[in-house]
């Protein structure tokens, strides 16, 4: 019976290991496709935790299938009482407290690149985001045919008149810094882009900024990653990337005009 249950418990490192192995050589490893300047700093972040807390876990299951092995039972089925070893306590502590010391002044800088006000664009907000339940609704800045650019965007008090309203599609210019601001109606949702390596949550009552690049035309994914309520699933929308900047505001003007004209009729 010792034998059957060492061979159970094997399983969970052979297995774990080797679903680490298919999922690292599969197209894109662990993360979807990288389209942004920051995602590759971010990804080397997640992949050297992964990497310390992959060789615990493996080392920590390696150690249980040994000591199950080797029990013998030679005291009757009784258990053996210890008060520890202290000078192996304060070894792994301190070993822990280092790793965890590595991390938090490893990750500084890829922090300070995604998330440091400092580094936030120079330039108006180029959409306002609002979650609810359960969509999520976008507020652009509508052309201005006389300056040939886009209106100002106040996130505060937005003038319909100078805004176009999306619901669930995020439109943006290639190789831009991006700039939204962020904020929700009701309770916490997360604005999550995959593909961007950007995650946010919203605060009700607040306006979030919210900035990142995307350097690959395309649609990609965009969802809530925060549990809001029975209808959390379906807060399933999408990023699109267009070709330019030039077709990116080919798009705005052709949207400004269609709901500038419905508006007016």
């Known amino acids: 019976m010792r034998s059957f249950w060492t061979l159970l418990f094997l399983l969970v490192p052979v297995f774990g290991v080797l679903a680490f192995i298919l999922s690292g050589i ?28 992959g060789f615990f876990f493996v080392a920590t299951e390696v150690l249980l299938v040994w000591a199950m092995f080797r029990a013998r039972g030679e005291n009757g089925g009784k258990a053996t009482f210890t008060h520890g070893n202290r000078n192996l306590e304060i070894g792994w502590t301190i070993m822990t407290a280092g790793i965890l010391l590595f991390i938090a002044f490893y990750q500084m800088p890829v922090w300070k690149e995604a998330k440091y006000q400092s580094q936030k664009p120079k330039t108006e907000p180029d959409a306002l985001v609002t979650a609810s339940q359960f969509l999520w609704e976008v507020l ?91 209808g959390h699933f379906r807060m399933r929308a999408k990023l699109v990337v267009h070709e330019s900047l030039q077709d990116y505001e080919k798009w705005l003007k052709e949207e400004t005009r269609r709901q500038h004209g419905m508006a007016q009729k």
Not at 29 to 50: H, Y
Not at 177 to 197: A, G, K, Q, Y
Not at 199 to 206: A, E, F, R, T
């Open 26 to 53: 599969t197209p894109h490893g662990w993360l979807p496709e990288n389209i942004s300047t920051t995602g590759k700093s971010i990804d080397m972040l997640f992949n050297v935790i992964l990497a310390i807390t």
């Open 140 to 230: 652009y800045p509508s052309w201005d045919e006389k300056t040939g650019k886009p209106c100002k965007l106040n996130t505060v008090n937005p003038a319909l008149g100078e805004t176009i309203h999306l619901v669930g599609e995020l439109h943006v210019a290639p190789n831009q810094p991006v700039l939204i601001h962020l904020t929700t109606r009701d309770v916490l949702h997360s604005f999550w882009l995959p593909n961007c390596r950007v995650k946010q949550d919203s605060l009700p009552g607040h306006i979030i900024p919210v900035w990142f690049d995307a350097n690959k035309p395309g649609t990609y994914e965009w969802v809530c990653a925060e549990l809001c309520g029975w």
